[in-house]
T-cell receptor, first 115, second 117 residues
Framework: AQKITQTQPGMFVQEKEAVTLDCTYDTSDPSYGLFWYKQPSSGEMIFLIYQGSYDQQNATEGRYSLNFQKARKSANLVISASQLGDSAMYFCAQEFNQGAQKLVFGQGTRLTINP | GAVVSQHPSWVICKSGTSVKIECRSLDFQATTMFWYRQFPKQSLMLMATSNEGSKATYEQGVEKDKFLINHASLTLSTLTVTSAHPEDSSFYIC?????????????FGPGTRLTVL
């Protein structure tokens, strides 16, 4: 069964610093997708970035980049120049079962940006 | 961007009553909709997957007779929690996806907080 692991329950970072949120996954499927979502206190899930298993390059979206190491089965999220508004829960998710394309989520990491 | 709405945003009900939650894709046709449940300080757990015009597929451990899902059109899915009990109190989030959209990602609704007294 697919499993997503986020080992950092909480992270505290100084404003303007870069932060890396860890995510490892476990799958035997050759084709899969990896997502990162941000969940502020309001509860909405905000899509940040996507990495396909066959993508040759690491995904980037503005201040977000994904450090994809396929052999290690890790897909860490890097946020550059952190801002106070980045404080939120962050979830890594893997898309599996290609037909239905369901998502399984990690436990989440609560990121707090300090001024 | 693609927008998904949920109604109501919060609801409080008495034990034993039924509650209906609506999920709508506002500017795209959702070929598939998903329903998740999130308990406090926990992650999202997929409850069921629904495709327009067909029966929902429930995840293991989710009672289909308790959580009724109807995906009547390409823009609307409803989740009805029947005979709700306090242990059903949770944050319910829907998502929708379409082959028309980039990355084939899921777009999430804002969630519905259910409290059963």
């Amino acid at each position: 069964a697919q499993k997503i692991t986020q080992t950092q329950p909480g992270m505290f970072v100084q404003e303007k610093e870069a932060v890396t949120l860890d995510c490892t996954y476990d799958t035997s499927d050759p084709s899969y997708g990896l997502f990162w979502y941000k969940q502020p206190s309001s509860g909405e899930m905000i899509f940040l970035i996507y990495q396909g298993s066959y993508d040759q390059q690491n995904a980037t979206e503005g201040r977000y980049s994904l450090n994809f190491q396929k052999a290690r089965k890790s897909a860490n999220l890097v946020i550059s120049a952190s801002q106070l508004g980045d404080s939120a829960m962050y979830f890594c998710a893997q898309e599996f079962n290609q037909g239905a394309q369901k998502l399984v989520f990690g436990q989440g990491t609560r990121l707090t940006i300090n001024p | 961007g693609a927008v998904v709405s949920q109604h109501p945003s919060w609801v409080i009900c008495k034990s034993g009553t039924s509650v209906k939650i609506e999920c709508r894709s506002l500017d795209f046709q959702a070929t598939t909709m998903f329903w998740y449940r999130q308990f406090p300080k926990q992650s999202l757990m997929l409850m069921a997957t629904s495709n327009e015009g067909s029966k929902a597929t429930y995840e293991q451990g989710v009672e289909k007779d308790k959580f009724l899902i109807n995906h009547a059109s390409l823009t609307l899915s409803t989740l009805t929690v029947t005979s709700a009990h306090p242990e059903d109190s949770s944050f319910y989030i829907c998502s929708a996806k379409s082959w028309e959209l980039t990355y084939n990602e899921q777009f999430f609704g804002p969630g519905t907080r259910l409290t059963v007294l």
